[in-house]
């Protein structure tokens, strides 16, 4: 069954204005320290950038903290609405239990950040996650307000016992983006309209001109982004589909494509581009920043629901997200400049090249 096309958020697209329910019991003052918990994945963090934002405009004198996971960190090393950036490494501290004398160094460094917590003297903590190890990273800032979403709303319901100010975002907060939002009522902060903000590095924009101008892709080049890899394989277009697509905006939209790969997806990617009639170029191994900087230089991205979607939507890059187990509604890249097209049936393979063709031929606008 095909998918169709849809705007990533309610209401079409439009950036909405997030209004919570009344609050019965509003947060004391002060507010002049304030952390936010969100470690993972990628794409969940970008889409919690609208949140520090918001505290940033509401508080502009407030020294705000985010607690992320190590790999995802470097998305908000020197973001201007951050004082801090507190690396959680929850994933090392896993593969050290497992090794003799691991679990002794993992509650060293659990001990280490349990300390930089209090040292911190939070006055409120925000849980963004609703897992376990989030409220309990959340209920070890000590902050005497620890808001979270309510226990039916949480991905892990006892993650509810760290938190004592509960959200239940409203029926209008369909999309993540906008339930992340809501739990910044009791703060007394509502009726945002969700902004991204991703630094631009100076090197990375660097990096990225090189490599453009080493390729000849001259500013204004149709130059469209194809990222196959994701994290799970449920989420996965087929590789067949994606080079199909490939060949048709190359003969019939002039566009130049750019393969994307992360981690062990080199030879997803030299899979595609093998047999197209017009070769398509390979990214160079990248960091987040210098992705972010590659993605702006790009007319287009067609990814399935993972990270990189996400953060090119957060540069403005027009997008077209492939869904098929994750809802698009709730999911899917934020923005006016954003389509999803949405399995009928749940499954990636669902989704034919045709449709994905002609969305994207929108997304780029008439031939020039």
Same mark, same amino acid.
């Given at each position: 069954m095909m998918g169709t096309v849809a705007a990533a958020g309610p209401r079409q697209g439009l950036h909405p204005v997030i209004t919570a329910r009344p609050h019965p019991e509003p947060v004391p003052t002060p507010t002049q320290r304030i952390g936010i918990v969100k470690l993972s994945a990628f794409g969940d963090v970008v889409h919690a950038l609208p949140v520090a934002r918001a505290l940033r405009r509401a508080f502009p004198g407030a020294h705000v903290s985010w607690m992320v996971e190590a790999r995802e960190s470097g998305i908000l090393t020197g973001h201007p609405d951050l004082d801090a950036v507190i690396p959680v490494d929850s994933r090392r501290w896993r593969r050290l239990i497992g090794r003799p004398r691991g679990a002794r160094q993992a509650l060293g460094e659990l001990d280490g950040l349990r300390a930089r917590l209090r040292a911190a003297r939070f006055d409120v903590a925000l849980d963004l996650q609703g897992l376990i190890k989030s409220g309990v990273l959340t209920a070890l800032t000590r902050a005497p307000v620890r808001i979270g979403f309510c226990r039916a709303r949480c991905r892990e319901s006892l993650s509810a016992l760290f938190t004592n100010r509960h959200v239940t975002p409203p029926p209008t907060a369909v999309h993540v983006v906008e339930q992340y939002l809501a739990l910044l009522e009791p703060l007394g902060i509502t009726g945002v309209r969700p902004e991204f903000h991703v630094p631009v590095d100076p090197a990375a924009e660097r990096?990225? !001109?090189?490599?453009?101008? &080493?390729?000849? %892709?001259?500013?204004?080049?149709r130059l469209v982004a194809?990222?196959?890899?994701?994290a799970r394989q449920s989420k996965r277009w087929p590789a067949s589909h994606f080079r199909a697509v490939a060949e048709r905006l190359a003969s019939e939209a002039d566009a130049r494509?750019?393969?994307?790969?992360?981690? !062990?997806?080199?030879?997803? &990617?030299?899979? %595609? &581009?093998?047999g197209l009639s017009v070769p398509p170029l390979l990214a160079p191994p990248t960091d987040l920043r210098e992705l972010a900087s590659l993605l702006r230089r790009c007319a287009l991205m067609i990814s399935g629901d993972t990270g990189p979607l996400h953060l090119a939507a957060a540069v403005g890059t027009p997008c077209l997200g492939l869904f098929g187990p994750t809802r698009a509604e709730r999911n899917g890249p934020y923005g006016a400049h954003c389509r999803v097209l949405q399995s009928g049936d749940g499954t990636m393979a669902a989704l034919e090249p045709g449709p994905v063709v002609s969305a994207a031929r929108e997304l780029l606008g008439p031939d020039r």
């Open positions: 990096r990225a !001109d090189e490599f453009a101008r &080493a390729h000849g %892709i001259a500013r204004g080049r194809l990222n196959p890899g994701t494509m750019l393969l994307l790969w992360g981690p !062990d997806e080199a030879s997803l &990617a030299r899979e %595609i &581009a093998s």
